[in-house]
């Protein structure tokens, strides 16, 4: 007996998520591609290189592999590096070859949605502080008019920053992408830039394109006690969930940065209402316990469930139920909500096909509680470079050999496919067929 199916609104967009630095290869004039070649900083010791050698013509045989997987949409970034490789100097032939792969995703009814910041900072805006400095923010707004100028007949769906918060933790908070500044307040600047950044960019696409959706690309993961009854424990949940999650929740409806305790709101200029979307990219649950030694992460320690545990790093555990509740916390906000990314470091794709299955059943469940999600992006299409963790961590629905470039669709390409073209998912808990 076959199971019931759950069915998504018509129209439903079902792809994929990469972003230019992690698959085009080459991307020698970024900010990362000079921190990659300073030892010490990826894990594995190994290099974006030639990543998936989409720059020079890949991406079009893997989006057209994606079509055929029942995929209507792929989202992914343009290289700010490549689009204005000098302060002030755009660069017509990468503009171009944008152009030519969104005409090649429109003609295999692929709808793109562009990201136009994914981590990377041209080397130039990175020499001047990134974003740290205002002129950056300036220079962001510009490229992002530039886009709706020249790529806007083939685009509707923009993302201004991928996030921002992790961007800031990282980078500039902490020391493990560039610039790896380890300073909090450093961190604080950057934020308020970044949603500067997005809000400047959403007005200037909207002066250019006004029919354009222009929207911030957020990553939530659940946060939750660890010990559930312990005091401090709740304590220090309460603490990581509001600088990861509600920080950025509050700063789109109310148009400033809310801090708890009795930190100053601080107004971010032009930002209130300036999202015609979110877009959250969810990966799991982290269970938090109290940890005195520990201030740089607000006194928490992320206790990880070995059952769940894959690979070294910490990724967080398998929660689809917290696609769910993230989807209805940003319901309020009263715009669209696509799943920008969602997915799992899973090399031998042993709980990806579950993993799936049980996420979108989640969004489904928040489209039943009333969340207006439009869409699902799978990250990833094909394995791809993970920042810090360099080739180690594999995401894709396309298992990749980097020094080959030859390409294996794992199993849950196929289960992912039967959803894409089924729009629908199998109510209980048998996978879909192939
Ligand atoms: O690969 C990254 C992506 O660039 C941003 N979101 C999380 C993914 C997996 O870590």
């Not at 139920?321 to 319901?331: D, E, M, Q």
């Not at 031998?348 to 049980?358: A, G, I, K, N, Q």
């Given at each position: 007996m076959t199971s019931p199916e759950l069915h998504f609104p018509e129209g439903f967009l079902w792809g994929t998520a990469t972003s230019s630095h992690q698959v085009e290869g080459g991307n020698v004039n970024n900010d990362w591609w000079l921190w990659e070649h300073d030892p010490g900083h990826i894990h594995d010791h190994s290099r974006s290189g030639a990543a998936c050698e989409w720059w020079c013509g890949r991406a079009e045989e893997d989006v057209a592999l994606a079509?055929?997987?029942?995929?209507n949409a792929h989202r992914l970034s343009v290289e700010w590096s490549r689009l204005e490789p000098a302060f002030g100097v755009y660069d017509p032939e990468a503009f171009a070859r944008y152009r030519r792969l969104f005409e090649h995703m429109r003609a295999l009814g692929v709808e793109p949605m562009v990201t136009l910041h994914h981590f990377t900072l041209p080397r130039w805006a990175a020499k001047v502080g990134g974003w740290t400095n205002r002129v950056v923010v300036q220079r962001?707004?510009?490229?992002?008019?530039?886009?709706?100028?020249?790529?806007?007949?083939?685009?509707?769906?923009?993302?201004?920053?991928?996030?921002?918060?992790v961007l800031v933790y990282n980078a500039y908070a902490g020391r493990q992408w560039p610039p790896g500044t380890g300073r909090f307040d450093v961190g604080l600047r950057a934020l308020r830039h970044l949603l500067r950044a997005h809000a400047a960019a959403y007005h200037a696409i909207h002066d250019v394109q006004p029919e354009a959706q222009v929207g911030m690309v957020f990553n939530m993961p659940l946060v939750e006690p660890a010990r559930p009854g312990h005091p401090l424990d709740r304590l220090v949940a309460f603490l990581q969930d509001w600088v990861f999650n509600e920080v950025k929740v509050r700063a789109l409806r109310e148009g400033r940065l809310v801090w708890p305790l009795a930190w100053p709101a601080r107004e971010v200029v032009g930002l209130r209402e300036a999202c015609d979307f979110v877009g959250l990219n969810y990966y799991g649950r982290y269970l938090v316990r109290f940890a005195a030694e520990a201030p740089g992460s607000l006194f928490g320690r992320h206790v990880q469930e070995p059952t769940v545990r894959l690979g070294g790093t910490d990724w967080g555990q398998v929660a689809p139920?917290?696609?769910?509740?993230?989807?209805?916390?940003?319901?309020p906000l009263g715009v669209p909500l696509y799943v920008t990314e969602n997915g799992v470091c899973d090399a031998?794709?042993?709980?990806?096909?579950?993993?799936?299955?049980?996420?979108?059943?989640?969004?489904h469940r928040a489209i039943q509680a009333g969340a207006d999600v439009r869409g699902y992006f799978h990250w990833s299409l094909v394995d791809n470079f993970e920042w810090a963790e360099g080739w180690s961590a594999r995401f894709g629905l396309l298992a990749l050999n980097p020094f080959t470039q030859e390409r294996l669709l794992r199993q849950s390409a196929e289960v992912y496919a039967h959803i894409c073209r089924t729009n629908s998912v199998p109510a209980d808990s048998a996978s879909p067929e192939q």
């Open positions: 079509a055929r997987l029942g995929q962001f707004s510009a490229l992002a008019a530039q886009c709706a100028r020249r790529l806007g007949d083939l685009v509707t769906m923009w993302c201004t920053i991928n996030e921002p918060v139920a917290g696609l769910t509740k993230h989807l209805l916390r940003l319901r031998h794709d042993t709980v990806r096909p579950h993993f799936l299955v049980e996420h979108v059943r989640a969004v």
